[in-house]
T-cell receptor
């Protein structure tokens, strides 16, 4: 069975600092997608970044980047120049490409506080 | 393009009652997935529908059911409500063709069972 583990339940950083959220996952499959989702207090789940497992290059989206270590099954999210609007729950998630459905497996989340 | 719409946003029900939640996906999307979010268990997959057919089901009791209509709108139903069913229920919409796996979420329905 596939699992996603986020070891940091809660984190706080000062505005403009860089923060890294950790995520590890477990699967015996080779082809999958990894995601980071953000859920602000409004409850709307928003996709932050996506990584295809077959791509060696780490995905980046503006201030957000990932460190994808396939052999270690690690997928951390780095937020640079953090902003107050980055305050949210962050979920690491995973889906198998071979699946015939769009089931996503989520970690338990990391609550991130950006302090002014 | 309109986003994913879930109704109602909030719901309070009594133990033993049943409830129906609705999800309208993004236009053109044929897959709708449902998730239960609780503080203790996090986000757990309930089921996924594609072209009116259930493609996968999570590990939930039979009291949880769903369906999808020809316009891709989906409903989920929970019968004989229990206190532990109190949760945020999220719906996710995606093309469903497995070429594009990005899922778009609604704002959820907050169900409280008293």
């Amino acid at each position: 069975a596939q699992t996603v583990t986020q070891s940091q339940p809660e984190m706080s950083v000062q505005e403009a600092e860089t923060v890294t959220l950790s995520c590890t996952y477990d699967t015996s499959e080779n082809n999958y997608y990894l995601f980071w989702y953000k859920q602000p207090p409004s409850r709307q789940m928003i996709l932050v970044i996506r990584q295809e497992a077959y791509k060696q290059q780490n995905a980046t989206e503006n201030r957000f980047s990932v460190n994808f270590q396939k052999a270690a099954k690690s997928f951390s999210l780095k937020i640079s120049d953090s902003q107050l609007g980055d305050t949210a729950m962050y979920f690491c998630a995973f889906t198998l490409i071979m699946n015939r459905d769009d089931k996503i497996i989520f970690g338990k989340g990391t609550r991130l506080h950006i302090l002014p | 393009k309109a986003g994913v719409t879930q109704t109602p946003r909030y719901l309070i029900k009594t133990r033993g009652q049943q409830v129906t939640l609705s999800c309208s996906p993004i236009s053109g999307h044929r897959s709708v997935s449902w998730y239960q979010q609780t503080p203790g268990q996090g986000l757990q997959f309930l089921f996924e529908y594609f072209s009116e057919t259930q493609r996968n089901k999570g590990n939930f009791p039979g009291r949880f059911s769903g369906r999808q209509f020809s316009n891709s709108r989906s409903e989920m139903n929970v019968s004989t409500l229990e206190l532990g069913d109190s949760a945020l229920y999220l719906c996710a919409s995606s093309p469903g063709d497995r070429e594009n796996t990005e899922a778009f979420f609604g704002q959820g329905t907050r169900l409280t069972v008293v």
